[in-house]
């Protein structure tokens, strides 16, 4: 008989969503007239950018002719669709960043987990609490954790727990570390961090030789110009940064998947045996075997968000979450809530209220308003006591919503 990874045992009960879809399912079953508001997994809502449309309506068409058609293009990403991240995201921010250390995805929840390919087992890893799962989940997948606590931390993991009281911000561990994922803004509480901030990170990553997966999928609803929008405009992060990007959230990709990942080419590891790796390479050789590229068509639609209609058209996009971030916030705060975050996110971190742990606030959304959210728990032991709303709907929606929660 086969033999399984045993690994995926040491997971607990279920991936978050998939728990909160199984007890939306549940619910509906017993009441098929509810009318259920969704403001819990951080899926788009609004219409694709238009000047993203035309460009891949354009490119469907070039693909039904002979002269225009492509077949499978390079696994990094076309140029042309690099070089205008790296002038655009990088370059125009004063970050030493080119074409070449660009690699486009379908994903950076894809990336961020793949990334595990080029890295070895013995790694000393930090995570911070609450924490997007999949960060924690990918790790266990991979045999670089023990078994969960009752707690539900995981041997061989260090946890740097996020709270109000340290105003949701990241602490430097107490011991050396080697693999460090930190995510501003952040998911799931909203929390930011300005340059002094990050640059104590690539301080103590350079200090210790550790390595930084830095997630900035939100980096496009920072609102305060003075904070950074990338690890790279800290000096000394090429030496001890990767960056996950995406065009999810801010263009509106989620059905359609780009992304992308920054590597540079200055960056270093080294082998069991001492011997010192650049990771650009490894990652090139795991992208050229296990992956066949973005294709054409939406890598053209992402070559049109730089457009001077695309810019402009992906702004309003994200003026419009941020405005429901912002209604979410300001409502939920004048009712009694206490409430983090909605600032420079598209998410809202509230403080359960009335004893209740997370679940049993999800619940009482659920059965007494009709409204979806996310148990701040499933993001970490210290996510408990929170929940999570998204600014991800209508504004008739987030309106509708604001409205039941406050009447319960």
Known sequence: MVQVNSNYLKLKAGYLFPEIARRINAFCKLHPEANLIRLGIGDVTEPLP????????????????????????????????????????????????????????????????????????GNRIAVTDPVYPVYVDSNVMTGHTGDASSLGHYAGLTYI???????????????????????????????????????????????????????????????DPSLPHSIFEIEGARECSIEFRSFSKKAGFTGTRCAYTVIPKSLKGKTENGEIIDLWSLWNRRQSTKFNGVSYIVQRGAEAVFSLEGQSQTKKLVRFYMDNAALIRNKLSNAGYKVYGGQH???????????????????FLLNEANVVGTPGSGFGVAGEGFFRLSAFNSRENVEQAMKRIISI
Request: proline share 6%.
């Open 161 to 223: 727990p996020l709270n109000a009281e340290n105003g949701f911000q990241a602490e430097l561990p107490s011991k050396p570390v080697d693999l460090i994922y930190l995510c501003f803004p952040n998911n799931p509480t909203g929390a930011i961090a300005n340059k002094d901030q990050l640059a104590k990170w690539v301080d103590y990553a350079r200090r210790n030789q550790s390595l930084i997966l830095f997630d900035a999928a939100y980096e496009a609803f920072i609102q």
């Open 345 to 363: 996110a598209p998410y809202v971190w509230v403080e359960a209220p009335n004893g209740y742990d997370s679940w049993k606030f999800f619940d």
């Open 50 to 121: 238009d000047a993203c449309c035309k460009a891949m309506q354009h490119a469907i068409q070039e693909m039904a002719t002979q002269d225009g058609f492509h077949g499978y293009g390079p696994e990094q990403g076309y140029l042309w669709l690099r070089e205008a991240i790296a002038q655009n995201d990088f370059q125009s921010r004063s970050c030493n960043i080119s074409a070449e250390e660009i690699f486009v995805s379908d994903g950076s929840k894809c990336d961020s987990s793949n990334i595990l390919d080029i890295l070895g087992p």
